[in-house]
């Protein structure tokens, strides 16, 4: 977000400058350096919108999507800081919440284990949480062991294409009958829909929530069948 922000506007400005101070292929040239790197400064504008303002409300899109009991056994794929697997022990007081990531830096800044679990202490609700090590394309979880399955701005970092869509089939794998996964994600969800519905479960939703997350965002539902 920093980079997008700082060296796409810094970029764009200089680009700017040269295109109004030269003539020709030169000016040209920086004018379209200034307008990509504008696009890149507005993404950067985005996710700060988002960071500020729209990730807590996508948070509550997510879990909303889900009708709690208050006794779910709860997998949050790639939890990062633990934002999402929070807002979920919240709704299970008398339930679990497995928080699972690889723990990779490129994305998230500070991104460690040890910093989400203090920062599920200071929510009290570390008690009823794990976080844990793992790779969402072989979930080390029996077929059936989790009431819902959760993810947020995850799946898209996964590569190659088809280990990301194996991470869906792992997903719906260890999703108890009758329980729901919804995923949250800034690309399109539609390939992870027909993921999901070749591994058995029914797609409710899959559509873009602009207006939710104020930002890209696209969230999916889906639901085992009994």
């Not at 009708?67 to 056994?73: C, P, V």
């Not at 794990?130 to 969402?136: K, L, M, Q, W, Y």
């Not at 190659?160 to 996964?181: H, N, Q, T, W, Y």
Request: charged share 15%.
């Amino acid at each position: 977000m920093i980079g997008l922000l700082m060296g796409g506007g810094t970029v764009a400005a200089a680009g700017t400058f040269v295109a109004v101070r030269y003539s020709s292929l030169l000016s040209a040239t920086a004018t379209i350096i200034a307008v990509l790197a504008t696009i890149a400064a507005f993404f950067g504008l985005l996710m700060l919108i988002y960071w500020l303002a729209g990730k807590k409300r996508t948070r509550e899109a997510i879990l909303n999507s889900v009708s709690w009991s208050g006794f779910e056994q709860v997998l949050d794929v790639g939890t990062g800081a633990g934002f999402l697997m929070a807002g979920a022990a919240h709704r299970v007081p008398y339930g679990h919440v497995v928080g699972l990531d690889a723990w990779s830096v490129v994305d998230l800044s500070n991104n460690r284990a040890e910093v989400t679990r203090r920062n599920l202490e200071l929510e009290g609700i570390a008690d009823r949480c794990s976080v844990v090590t793992g790779d969402a394309r072989n979930l080390d979880y029996p077929d059936g062991r989790f009431d819902t399955v959760v993810s947020l701005l995850c799946l898209h970092n996964i590569e190659p294409v088809a280990d990301r869509l194996r991470a869906c089939s792992e997903i719906a794998r260890v999703l108890k009958p009758a329980g729901f996964a919804v995923i949250g994600d800034y690309v399109p969800t539609h390939a992870y829909a027909e993921a999901l519905q070749k591994a058995g479960l029914r797609v409710h939703q899959s559509r873009a929530a602009f207006g939710t997350a104020l930002s890209l965002m696209w969230i999916l539902v889906a639901e085992k069948p009994a």
